[in-house]
Structure formats: structure tokens, C-alpha cells
């Protein structure tokens, strides 16, 4: 067969929409599946970020589908743009966090994840395409940004005429004179996992009982999973559930909350739970942590893992300082001020902890949207807190549910939950955006019920490092006595709006530690739509999910 790779150049006119929302261009696979619509993005990529002729490009995803149609298209398009290198996941596979570490370990110039995270995949849903840059980390405003403005004027894309890469065989095959390198998927990563944490220890409290519990949902993480927690660690076969990748996630949401992940919630909380129980999300950056009995929300995972984290061979030496984005529960903080390290608040997204990561000034970050991390790569990364979580456990030998006991009591507790609504009309949440934001300055000192305003503010974020500017980035409403509502509206939805809000009540140590969440927060779910008119804008009495 003769194989013409010479380098053909494709008229494109440009798609409207193409801007990269919080964690890259997401839209429903309708959409992506349009002819040129992948590929003037990818060219927009390729146009925009920083690499050398011969660069080396990381190419993964989570499986769904779409992913491997997409992969083709851009090897191809990488071979006619220069790269001299393109490795890839076996399958089309590699998580999240896994595509962070092989784009740091093999000094690519950057990455293309396919994914859309936690949201359903399959003919009718969604698929998405990141770009992560050099330091393993998503691409920071500043290039998503010039990567929207290219969209807006492509006129053309390049690529060549050559046959389907055969990813399912690891090896090397030439596409245009470019290396295509298929790799194995888990190696890297579990090999790094080794590396941070005690897995003897792990281990030994395997042997000697300790029994866990962990839903892949059918999404990236179930080969991981299998392998460092069955195989490495040793736990029982079966403790992976879920654990083979489908394109359409077997028809779940691969959100691990308390929704989509019942499950697992319906295990713990039942007469047989293992000590421990988790899940990940679509890509493999999130985690859900439940002890027996004991949901642990986000926050809190946090704020107990950076307290313990000293408890593992990485983290020994103590941590730098601590991160979370803006509506996290301040819990993280608490323990920063113990240690005597600083504690950031960014806006919401994994890329706002790029720049203080590279610096050396926090050692673990962590957002209330399930997504938890460190520097050991540049992205939030699921499987990483579960075994940090196992570290932790098999250390300290104690339950999940005392572990959290011992850190109210010397924290205080911080009550928390988010409370979405989804699928409102655009124009409804944008007004209820702009009314609560016309309204902030006359919010402080007004009463909702027992509650006292004490500030009110749009968050802005300066980054302490390069001195870039992120504003609007949600409205604060801060009660005297630290409890404190946030709204935003989220970046991440592919269906009209999605209003979060974040509700957080602060109970110091000798406060009620032990309550249920629901009714420590009832006088801010009042207070929250006495403030923002929820119903008023969007005709809605309860939210969709609760978080
Ligand atoms: C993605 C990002 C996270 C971020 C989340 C927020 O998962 O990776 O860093 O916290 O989106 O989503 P939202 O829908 O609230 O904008
Ligand atoms: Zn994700």
C-alpha cells in the first residue's frame, strides 16, 4: 500500500461557542461529532501553545465515546503540525492524573485530554478536549483564552491521509515521519502511587483486616484500581466495582456524590460496610470518600488529609502550604494556621493551583467539588486520596469516623453542602447573578433570621506568583461567627445554567460536633433564598443535588 503522508491543508470556517470553559471545551458529542469541529479546535491548539518542531504531545482519555474517533484525528493532525513525538494510552486510555504525570515524566511540551470529567458520556451526551501544558497542569487562562480567539478566525487545519493508529498493542508505529508511542496506560502511574506512599504498611492492615470498598463506574479508573488496590495492595478481588471502562459508563452519570454513586453510599451506610469506601469520576480526578457510616464531604477530606498527611513517606517532611478554591469550607484553613503554613483561596478550577504548585508554596490542594491533590502531578487526582486515605488508616489504625471524631475536636467542625441547580434558563440565572450582585453592598449588617451579615463580596483573585487578575469568580456572603454562603454559577454544564450554591456553618470545638448536616444549615438554606430570590428567578422550591 502506498501511503501518501504528505501534509494536506483543509479549509474550515469557524464554530461559534468554541471558548474553553472551567476544565476545557465541553459540549454534547452531537456537537463535537460535526465535521471540522474537532479538528479547529485541536489546530487552535496547536497554533496557540508553546512547543518546539519535534515536541513530544501526551494523547488520553477516559474512554468515552468519541475518544478514540478523536485520538485519531489528532495524531494525524499532530504529525502534519510538527510534533515528533505523540505517546498515547493503551485503548485511548489514560486518566487524568495519569496523563499529568506522563506529560511531566517524559518532559512533554504538553497533553490532550479527552474527556468530560464526571458528566455521562455516550452518542447523546457529552465529550470534551483539555489542554494541559507542560508542568503536567491545565492550560492557565492566558492560553485557553488566545485558544478562543484563534477559534474565532481558523481558516484552515492540517493534517495527513494516513491509516488508524492500532491503539489497543503497546509499541511504536510512524505516522508521517511522527513516532506514535502506545503506552501502558497504569505502569507510570502506579509505579509514582509506590513511590509517595507507605504501601507496606497498606499492606499489613490488609492482612490484618482492614476491607474496602471502591465503584470505578465504569469509567478511567477501574484498570488503576484494579491494579494497585487488588494487586499491589491486596485487597480482595471484587473489591473494584465497576471496574471496566465502558464508552457510555454503563448509562450513569460518573459523578461520585451522594446521586450517582448510591451505591456505594447504600453499602457503607448498611450492616455489612467495609472500613473504607470511595469512587472516581469519568477521568479519574475526583474522589468521594465514605467511612463506615460516615460520608467525609470534600472539605473535610481536605483538612483531615493535609493534617495526617505527615503520616505518609511523601508528605513527611511537612507540607508547604495548603490550597482551596474560594467556595471549599474554610476546614483546610484551620489546619494550615495549626502547622504554621500559609493557606491559599483561588477560584474555582484545578489551573489556579498550577502556578503555586510550580513555586513550591502548597504541597496539597483541594476543591469542594470531590477533586483533591498534591504536587506529585498537576492535576487533582482521585486514586491518590483514597491511598492516601488507606495510608492514613493503616497508620494511624483507627476508623474513618474516629479519625474525623479527633479532628473536630481539635478543628471545630465546619457543616457543609452545596446545593445545585441545573438546567435553568440562561437568562434566570444571569439575572439572579446580577440582582445579588447589585445588592451585595447593602447586604453587611442586615439579619436573615439569626444571622448576621458581616461582609459581602464578588471574589477576585490576584495570583500571588505571575500577578494575574481573576474577577467575578462568585459572590461571597460572610456571616459574623464564620458561617457563609457562596453563589456561582458553574462553568462545567453543557445544558443551560447551573446555580451552585455553598452553604457553610462553623462550629467551634465546643460546639455541636455531631449533628446532622441538614439541620445545622437550615437557617442558610432560608437565608440563602431571602438573599437571592432562588425561587423568585427560577420558579425552583428545592434544588437538584445536594452535594
Ligand atoms: C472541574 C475542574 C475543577 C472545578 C470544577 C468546577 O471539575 O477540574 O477544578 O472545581 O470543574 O465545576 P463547576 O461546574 O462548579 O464550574
Ligand atoms: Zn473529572
Known amino acids: 500500500m502506498i501511503i501518501d503522508t504528505a501534509i494536506a491543508t483543509i479549509a474550515t470556517t469557524p464554530f461559534d461557542g468554541q471558548k474553553p470553559g472551567t476544565s476545557g471545551l465541553r459540549k454534547k458529542v452531537k456537537v463535537f461529532a460535526q465535521p471540522h469541529y474537532a479538528e479547529n479546535f485541536i489546530q487552535s491548539v496547536f497554533d496557540c501553545v508553546e512547543r518546539d518542531e519535534g515536541a513530544t504531545l501526551v494523547i488520553g482519555g477516559d474512554g468515552r465515546y468519541l475518544n478514540r474517533q478523536v485520538i485519531q484525528t489528532a495524531i494525524r493532525m499532530a504529525a502534519a503540525n510538527g510534533y515528533g513525538r505523540v505517546l498515547v494510552g493503551q485503548g485511548g486510555i489514560l486518566s487524568t492524573p495519569a496523563a499529568s504525570h506522563v506529560i511531566r515524566q517524559y518532559g512533554a511540551s504538553g497533553g490532550l485530554v479527552l474527556s468530560a470529567s464526571h458528566n455521562p458520556g455516550g452518542p447523546d451526551e457529552d465529550f470534551g478536549i483539555k489542554y494541559n501544558i507542560a508542568n503536567g497542569g491545565p492550560a492557565p487562562e492566558s492560553v485557553t483564552e488566545a485558544i478562543y480567539i484563534r477559534t474565532t478566525a481558523i481558516d484552515s487545519y492540517l493534517t495527513v491521509a494516513t491509516p488508524d493508529v492500532d491503539l489497543d498493542t503497546i509499541g511504536e508505529t510512524d505516522v508521517a515521519g511522527m513516532a506514535v508511542q502506545v503506552i501502558d496506560p497504569v505502569a507510570d502511574y502506579a509505579a509514582l502511587m509506590e513511590r509517595l506512599f507507605d504501601f507496606a504498611a497498606i499492606r499489613a492492615a490488609v492482612a490484618g483486616g482492614l476491607t474496602m470498598t471502591f465503584d470505578a463506574m465504569h469509567a478511567v479508573t477501574g484498570p488503576y484500581a484494579h491494579e494497585i488496590l487488588e494487586r499491589r495492595l491486596g485487597f480482595a478481588p471484587g473489591t473494584v466495582k465497576n471496574g471496566v471502562p465502558l464508552e457510555d459508563f454503563g448509562g450513569h452519570h460518573p459523578d461520585p456524590n451522594m446521586v450517582h454513586a448510591a451505591d ?4 457503607m451506610f448498611g450492616d455489612d460496610a467495609p472500613d473504607f469506601g470511595a469512587a472516581s469520576d469519568g477521568d479519574g480526578d475526583r474522589n468521594l470518600i ?3 457510616g460516615i460520608f467525609v464531604t470534600p472539605s473535610d477530606s481536605l483538612a483531615m488529609l493535609a493534617a495526617n498527611a505527615h503520616l505518609a513517606p511523601a508528605y513527611a517532611g511537612g507540607l508547604k502550604g495548603i490550597a482551596r478554591s474560594m467556595p471549599t469550607s474554610a476546614a483546610a484553613d484551620r489546619v494550615a494556621a495549626a502547622l ?16 503555586l504548585l510550580d513555586a513550591g508554596m502548597c504541597t496539597i490542594c483541594g476543591e469542594e467539588s470531590a477533586g483533591t491533590g498534591s504536587d506529585h502531578v498537576r ?10 486515605w488507606l495510608n492514613i ?17 481539635r478543628f471545630g467542625r465546619n457543616y457543609y453542602a452545596r446545593h445545585d441547580y441545573e438546567a435553568l434558563p440562561t437568562e434566570a440565572a444571569n439575572a439572579l447573578m446580577a440582582d445579588l450582585t447589585a445588592s451585595l453592598e447593602a447586604l453587611p449588617g442586615r439579619a436573615f433570621g439569626p444571622l448576621v451579615v458581616e461582609a459581602a463580596d464578588s471574589f477576585a483573585y490576584t495570583d500571588p506568583v505571575d500577578g494575574s487578575l481573576s474577577a467575578n469568580q462568585g459572590l461571597r456572603v460572610l456571616f459574623e461567627g464564620g458561617s457563609r454562603i457562596v453563589f456561582r454559577l458553574s462553568g462545567t454544564g453543557t445544558e443551560g445554567a447551573t446555580l451552585r450554591v455553598y452553604l457553610e456553618r462553623y462550629e467551634p470545638e465546643s460546639g455541636d460536633l455531631a449533628a446532622q448536616t441538614s439541620d445545622m444549615l437550615a437557617d ?5 433564598d431571602a438573599i437571592a430570590g432562588i425561587t423568585r428567578h427560577t420558579g425552583r422550591s428545592q434544588p437538584s443535588v445536594i452535594t
Do not use: C, M, Y
Open 340 to 355: 504554621n503554613i500559609p493557606a491559599f483561596e483561588t477560584p474555582t478550577g484545578w489551573k489556579f493551583f498550577g502556578n
Open 379 to 388: 492535576e487533582k487526582d482521585g486514586l491518590w486520596a483514597v491511598l492516601l
Open 290 to 292: 465514605v467511612g463506615r
Open 524 to 528: 442558610l438554606i432560608a437565608a440563602a
Open 393 to 409: 488508616l493503616a497508620v494511624r489504625g483507627q476508623s474513618v469516623a474516629q479519625i474525623a471524631a479527633e479532628h473536630w475536636a
Open 264 to 267: 456505594l453510599f447504600a453499602t
